[in-house]
């Protein structure tokens, strides 16, 4: 699984539109869309930031393939 479908399952299983997940990571709503479509990999310290909020929130996400 790449980072654009973490992401997008992330976001879908915790019912957060874009915009509510850009704000919970501190980034944009274009960064999310721009993530999610494969178009952009996230700098280190914002692929922590997500990798944290999976954490707090439960989400098994692996860390593998991406």
């Avoid at 999610?36 to 692996?62: H, T, V, W």
Wanted: aromatic share 10%; hydrophobic share 35%.
């Amino acid at each position: 699984m790449d980072f654009a479908e973490k992401v997008k399952i992330v976001r879908t299983q915790l019912n957060l539109s874009q915009e509510d997940l850009a704000h919970e990571l501190g980034v944009s709503f274009a960064t999310i869309n721009r993530w999610e479509n494969g178009s952009y990999q996230p700098s280190r310290l914002a692929r922590k930031a997500f990798d944290d909020f999976c954490e707090r929130k439960a989400m098994n996400i692996s860390k593998e393939n991406d």
